[in-house]
């Protein structure tokens, strides 16, 4: 009897929230691989807040997803069979594939993972998309310099406990902002972090980032946007660089809460507002990996993970990125 092999299909455009009814699951036979092709059976599976974006007509990120078609995110893959000679069987590769537990691939944009050097999860965090982003989002708009104080949202989580972490490194004042006294007192004990905040039992942002940071705000890592971020900028020193990474708090709403207008406070503090996204630093990724590799080597990078297990449950790891369910890189093992 030949294996069955589970995908996920983009069902239905989320209003809001997304939902399970977003979803469809199919299941077909495993396929075989065509001359020049590898057959790869999925093992982790990365689920990104920019996945909701991709979920809305038109262009996000990068492209939008079309319906009736598999859901994609970064996964670390295993090379089950190989008609291509670039591949063996038995191998790890990491790239943007199909939410299907087995699926064909002609090798493009594959990269090969070493198991050996690091867990193979790391390539979905440290080592990978959320690393980079960390890493070259802080060090080509932030330019970090020793001593100076960076604030950052989403603290907790992939991109945001890498930065903090990368700004201890450096020698700045890190503080973070995250969802729960649980996670605020993970950053200082395990990640070394300053100070935190918990953004949902502090009554004035605003104040908590000025208590927290009584030398200003040099650099702000944005990963949520709104609110949160109002009041961190409130606090900006004069030239400030203040990196938006992402908008969290903004992708399920319907329609974008106008808030204050900051453009004053930029002004007076002559200070940088500068969105990016990470592959806009491509020909960096080589030499951010090497570093990143360094430092996880050294041991003074923590790569810290939330694994949900099981195929059926990737579509609740997404939801979960909504609701602060994880801490570190959420992925599901397959
Ligand atoms: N520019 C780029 O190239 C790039 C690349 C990767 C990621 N990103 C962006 O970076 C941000 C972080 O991504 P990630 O992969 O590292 O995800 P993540 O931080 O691991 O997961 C999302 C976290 O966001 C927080 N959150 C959810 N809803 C929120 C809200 N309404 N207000 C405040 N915080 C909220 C939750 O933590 P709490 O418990 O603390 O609420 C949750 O754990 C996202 O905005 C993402 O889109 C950008």
Do not use: H
Not at 150 to 172: D, M, R, Y
Not at 191 to 219: E, H, L, M, Q
Not at 267 to 273: G, I, T
Not at 290 to 299: A, F, M, N, R, S
């Amino acid at each position: 009897m030949k294996m069955k092999n589970r995908t996920i299909i983009f069902e239905k455009r989320p209003v809001g929230k997304p939902t399970a009814e977003c979803f469809r699951f199919t299941e077909n036979p495993v396929p075989e691989p065509g001359e020049g092709e590898v057959l790869l059976k999925s093992l982790f599976v990365s689920v990104d807040p920019y996945l909701r974006g991709r979920m809305n007509v038109g262009k996000s990120y990068t492209a939008g997803f079309n319906l009736g078609d598999p859901m994609k995110s970064g996964v670390v893959a295993e090379v089950i069979k190989s008609k291509n000679p670039a591949f063996k069987s038995g191998e790890f590769v990491a790239g943007l594939l199909n939410w299907s537990e087995y699926q064909t691939s002609n090798g493009a944009g594959l990269s090969k993972v070493d198991a050996e050097a690091a867990p193979l999860s790391a390539y979905q965090g440290i080592l990978g998309m959320p690393g980079l982003t960390a890493y070259l989002g802080l060090m080509e708009i932030g330019r970090p310099k020793p001593g100076e104080t960076i604030v950052v949202s989403g603290a907790a989580g992939a991109v945001g406990n890498i930065v903090g972490q990368i700004g201890k490194i450096l020698g700045c004042r890190v503080v973070g902002i995250a969802g729960g006294d649980e996670k605020t007192e993970m950053l200082k004990t395990e990640f070394g972090f300053d100070d935190a905040v918990n953004y949902k039992t502090t009554p004035n942002i605003r104040k908590a980032i000025s208590d927290a940071c009584p030398n200003g705000v040099n650099i702000y890592f944005d990963n949520v946007g709104g609110e949160i971020s109002d009041g961190v900028i409130m606090n900006i020193n004069k030239f400030a660089r203040v990196i938006i990474c992402g908008v969290i708090s903004q992708y399920n709403e319907i329609r974008i809460p106008t808030g204050p207008r900051l453009q004053g406070i930029l002004l007076v503090n002559s200070a940088l507002m500068k969105g990016f996204i990470v592959n806009d630093f491509a020909e960096k990724f080589p030499e951010a990996i090497q570093q990143l590799k360094k430092w996880y080597k050294e041991g003074k990078l923590i790569n810290k993970e939330t694994i949900v297990e099981g195929f059926e449950n990737i579509p609740e790891a997404f939801f979960g990125l909504f609701e602060g369910t994880n801490t570190g890189k959420m992925m599901v093992k397959i």
